[in-house]
T-cell receptor
Framework: ELKVEQNPLFLSMQEGKNYTIYCNYS?????LYWYRQDPGKSLESLFV?????AVKQEGRLMASLDTKARLSTLHITAAVHDLSATYFC????????????FGQGTRLTINP | DTEVTQTPKHLVMGMTNKKSLKCEQH?????MYWYKQKAKKPPELMFV???????INESVPSRFSPECPNSSLLNLHLHALQPEDSALYLC???????????????FGQGTRLTVV
């Protein structure tokens, strides 16, 4: 059974600081996704990582994938308040159709 | 257009009611999904439709009945729900059901369901 674990689950940080969220998964998969969710809202796709060594950056967020270690990271650079949200990683298993399994989510709060 | 539209946005229903959630996408995606998300938890997969056929049912109770009338529409029929079924129900779609090509899943805004 595929399991996806994120840490930390809660993260409170100051504006301007850097931090990293980690996502480990238990079985082989070459595809990993990062989503953002604001309270009461839907999931916004941030990054799609499709191969070992993939690195993608958008603004202050950068995501990477190491399929051999079964690890993805989401790095936040010089955090700003607008990045406060819950971040989920998800891994898919193709079983006739794509099936996303989500991590528990990391609730990020950025304080002024 | 990368939009998945869900209606209604909010729904309150009694345990004896019958209601339906609707989801629509016009991106030509051939896979559509229903997820359930309880407060402060990650989304959990309920159903997957691939080329308008049900391909995955994650052991969901029969009081939830999915339907895919055509490639753009996905419904979730609700009957005799319990208060613990209260949650955010998310619809999603992706281009290629086999995941060989573009695998990104786009989510709708969700329907917040309250069962009283």
């Amino acid at each position: 059974e595929l399991k996806v674990e994120q840490n930390p689950l809660f993260l409170s940080m100051q504006e301007g600081k850097n931090y990293t969220i980690y996502c480990n998964y238990s079985t082989t998969s070459d595809r990993l996704y990062w989503y953002r969710q604001d309270p009461g809202k839907s999931l916004e796709s941030l990054f799609v990582l499709l191969s070992n060594g993939a690195v993608k950056q958008e603004g202050r967020l950068m995501a990477s994938l190491d399929t051999k270690a079964r690890l993805s990271t989401l790095h936040i650079t010089a955090a700003v308040h607008d990045l406060s949200a819950t971040y989920f990683c998800a891994v898919d298993r193709i079983q006739g159709a794509q099936k996303l399994v989500f991590g528990q989510g990391t609730r990020l709060t950025i304080n002024p | 257009d990368t939009e998945v539209t869900q209606t209604p946005k909010h729904l309150v229903m009694g345990m004896t009611n019958k209601k339906s959630l609707k989801c629509e996408q016009h991106m030509g995606h051939r896979a559509m999904y229903w997820y359930k998300q309880k407060a402060k938890k990650p989304p959990e997969l309920m159903f997957v439709y691939s080329y308008e056929k049900l391909s995955i049912n994650e052991s969901v109770p029969s009081r939830f009945s999915p339907e895919c009338p055509n490639s753009s529409l996905l419904n979730l029929h609700l009957h005799a729900l319990q208060p613990e079924d209260s949650a955010l129900y998310l619809c999603a779609s992706s281009q290629d059901p086999a995941g060989a090509q573009n695998t990104e899943a786009f989510f709708g805004q969700g329907t917040r369901l309250t069962v009283v």
